[in-house]
């Protein structure tokens, strides 16, 4: 079984490099959507921040929805389930929430549930106004092992592989939607 395991992990690396990314991950029905909920500016100086530009922290709210008639399956860590979130601008990250027992799991969407996540977007000013797509990195246990998952995680962020991609959002600090108003 370990073995089976190690040639499809084997099979995924390579792949990465030399497939097509829409077949790497084609799960229709499945979307990711993104939703800007508020902003925040923090003065930042320091020896990084040489021009004492302002940093901006946009609010997120990320919802990975099955919108078919069967469940879905993907892995993520219990904590730092903003591990598998990347950003198609490199000058924009997201800030990771470190908590201790962080373990990896297998979540499963039954059909029409959503996952929901916030997720906190740092940047600077120039970075700003301007529409951006966050995305999920989607991986399975038939993709990889548990063993193999943060290595495989990394080379697919770098690669910007098995991602669905959210709606662009645009980061602006004056337009955010910091309430909803739902029916009971």
Same mark, same amino acid.
């Given at each position: 079984m370990s073995k089976i395991i190690l040639i499809s992990t084997l099979l995924n690396l390579l792949c990465i490099g030399n497939c097509? /990314? *829409?077949t790497l991950f084609n799960e229709p029905g499945i979307y990711f959507k993104a939703i800007l909920r508020g902003s925040f500016n923090l003065?930042? #100086?320091?020896? &990084?921040n040489s021009e004492?530009?302002?940093? %901006? &922290?946009?609010?997120v709210e990320a919802k990975l929805i099955n919108s078919t008639n069967s469940s879905?399956?993907?892995?993520?860590?219990?904590?730092?389930?903003?591990? !598998? #979130?990347?950003?198609?601008?490199?000058?924009?990250a997201p800030c990771v929430n470190n908590c201790s027992g962080n373990s990896l799991i297998t #979540? @499963?969407?039954?059909? /029409? *549930?959503?996952f929901s996540l916030t997720v906190i977007l740092k940047t600077f000013?120039?970075?700003? %106004?301007?529409?951006?797509?966050i995305g999920w990195l989607l991986l399975n246990q038939n993709m990889v092992s548990h063993d193999d998952? =943060? @290595?495989?995680?990394? #080379? !697919? =962020?770098? /690669?910007?592989? !098995?991602v669905i991609w959210s709606n662009p959002i645009y980061l602006d600090e004056s337009i955010s939607l910091p309430y909803e108003i739902r029916m009971k």
């Open positions: 097509d /990314k *829409q003065p930042e #100086i320091d020896a &990084y004492n530009d302002s940093i %901006y &922290y946009f609010l879905f399956e993907f892995l993520t860590y219990t904590c730092t389930t903003v591990g !598998n #979130i990347v950003v198609e601008n490199k000058n924009i #979540i @499963k969407l039954k059909p /029409k *549930q959503e000013k120039a970075n700003t %106004y301007e529409n951006v797509k998952y =943060r @290595k495989v995680l990394e #080379i !697919n =962020r770098e /690669k910007l592989v !098995n």
